[in-house]
C-alpha cells in the first residue's frame, strides 16, 4: 500500500531538509499547499478560477476547497506510489478530510513529527548567521565559524544576522506553531498514526528513522 507521509515539524527542526531528502531517496514528490496555490495563476480548471476568485477578494481558501485542490493535484502520475505533504493538514477537520482521501486513493497515512526541545529550536534559529559572498550558513552554538563572525572561506566578509532570527520573533514563531500544530498532533496521536523521531541528531540519522518509521508503518 503507498504512503502518505504527513511530515510535521516546529520551525528550525529540519522538516525541509527532512522533505527534501524523502523527496530524492523514496522517489515521492513533495507536496505543499503553498506550491499548489502558486500554481493556481496559471491553471485553467474551473476549481483554480474559482479559488483564484476567493484568494483575489482577500478571502480565505475553505477547507472544502483546499482539500479538493489537494486530491486535484494528487491524481497526478507522480503521485501514484505515494506522497509527501507538507504544510497541509493544518487542522483537524482537514486531517480528517484527508483521511477521507486516503481511504479514496488507496493510500495509508504516516504522521511523523520531528521532535526538537524548545531551547534548542531556539538555539538553532537564534544563533544562525551566514555568508554573504558565498552563502554558507553558521551557527554560532552549533556550528561557529572559526575566527569570530567571519566566513571561513572569505575572511573579509562578516556574517550576516537576520533581522527576523533574534529572540522575541522567534519565541513568538514557536508559540504561534504550538498552537496551531498541537490539536493535529493530537488528533493523529488518538487516531494511532502519529509517529515521533528524535530532531537533535544529524540529518543523516534523522532521515534513517523517518525512513524506519514510515516503512513500519
Known sequence: MSKIIVLMGAPGAGKGTQARLLQERLHLPQISTGDIFRALKNAQTPLAQEVREIMERGQLVPDELTIRLVKERTAQDDCNNGYILDGFPRTPAQAASLEKLATEQGNQIVAVLIDVP?????????????CPVCGEIYNMYFKPPKNDNVCDFHPEAQLVH????????????????????????????????????????????????????????
Open 118 to 130: 524548545l531551547e534548542m529550536l531556539e538555539q538553532r534559529m537564534t544563533g544562525r548567521r551566514n
Open 162 to 217: 537576520r533581522a527576523d532570527d533574534n529572540v522575541e520573533t522567534v519565541k513568538a514563531r514557536l508559540a504561534t506553531y504550538e498552537e496551531q500544530t498541537r490539536p493535529l498532533v493530537e488528533y493523529y496521536k488518538s487516531a494511532n498514526l502519529l509517529r515521533t523521531v528524535d530532531g537533535t541528531g544529524e540529518p543523516e540519522a534523522i532521515y534513517k528513522n523517518i525512513e524506519r518509521v514510515v516503512a513500519e508503518q
